[in-house]
Structure formats: C-alpha cells, structure tokens
C-alpha cells in the first residue's frame, strides 16, 4: 500500500541531506560532493518509483531509475535534465576535465538537487493517496 506521508517524510529527509551537503561541501573536494549528491538523487527517485509502484534494481544508476519512472508518466521529464546534468559532472571528473565543470559546480550541484527535491516533493503533495 502506498503511504504518502512516509514518502513525504523521505523527501524530507532528502532535503535534510542536501542541505547538509552544503553546509559541509565549503572546503571539501568536489568529487567527494558530487558522489554524495549522486546518492542523494538516487534516493530521491528510489522514494518517486517507490510511490510509483514501479520496480528498480537497488543498485541501478541514475539515469537508469529516472527511465524507469518516466515510463508512462511523461510529467517526469521535468527532472531529467537535473539527472543528466549530475551525469555530466561525473563524466566531466572521469575524464579529467574539471575545466568543463560550470564555475561554481558545488553551488550547481546544489541547485540542481533543490530543484529535485522540490519537484518531487511538491508532485508527492499534490498527489492522490493511491498512484495511478
């Protein structure tokens, strides 16, 4: 059974670690932050497919659960450039090309994880108890 207000309470907690992150990433390595707010993400859509009642592999990466709720729900490509765009930053350490990253990137991950948290939160609010 879906229960809206223990997904509430996820996202919530979510933003919690988000704000944290940010808090922390003030002298800390980029990459090291950028790991963290993958995780964060992944979390966030793990709560969205959960409510969805959608399956996902525990371990899938972040594109892989956001083509998984998209399926069906079209609303969702609404964040899909905040997942592409965390992407790019990995790719962009993987690659040794921090030049690549935006100028402030801890202050873009940032946004970038507000954003999906606030999206995702404000979609479990305005939600029906039971998922369609």
């Known amino acids: ?27 800390q390595d980029f990459p090291v932050s950028l790991e963290q707010g993958v995780q964060i993400a992944r979390q966030i859509l793990q709560v969205l497919l959960t409510a ?3 399956d ?4 899938a ?21 905040n997942c592409r765009e965390l992407v790019y930053y ?5 690659m040794d090309r921090e030049d690549a990253l935006p100028p402030q990137p801890d202050k873009m991950l ?10 995702a939160r ?3 609010e305005q939600s029906s108890e039971e998922p369609s």
């Open 90 to 94: 990995q790719n962009c350490l993987a």
């Open 110 to 119: 940032l946004h970038v994880l507000r954003h999906l948290y606030l999206y």
């Open 61 to 81: 990466d972040l594109l892989s659960l956001w083509k998984t709720l998209v399926k069906g729900q079209p609303h969702w490509n609404t964040i899909r450039d």
């Open 56 to 59: 996902f592999a525990a371990d």
């Open 1 to 27: 059974m879906y229960d809206k207000t223990l997904a509430l309470a996820r996202l919530d907690e979510a933003q919690a670690q988000i704000e944290a992150l940010g808090r922390q990433s003030v002298g």
């Open 122 to 124: 404000s979609h479990t």
């Open 52 to 54: 969805e009642r959608k």
